[in-house]
């Protein structure tokens, strides 16, 4: 497994913005995300890359 990850959640204020329960990737798995424009799909990635700007995650 490449990265996997439990409880991954990111607010602004009372704006919940990403709230995943369980997130597993592996090694072979290709992945895309999709959403409008300034939603925060690259932000997303940097804070999985960080680990330290999500509210509580739990990474392995």
């Known amino acids: 497994m490449l990265l996997s ?10 704006q919940k913005i990403i709230d995943i329960k369980k997130l597993e990737i592996n090694d072979r798995d290709r992945i895309g995300i999709v959403g409008r424009n300034g ?3 690259a932000g ?3 804070w999985i890359k960080r680990k330290d700007r999500l509210n509580y995650p739990t990474f392995q």
């Open 5 to 14: 990850g439990q409880n991954i959640k990111k607010e602004y204020g009372l």
């Open 39 to 41: 939603v925060g799909k």
């Open 44 to 46: 997303l990635i940097i």
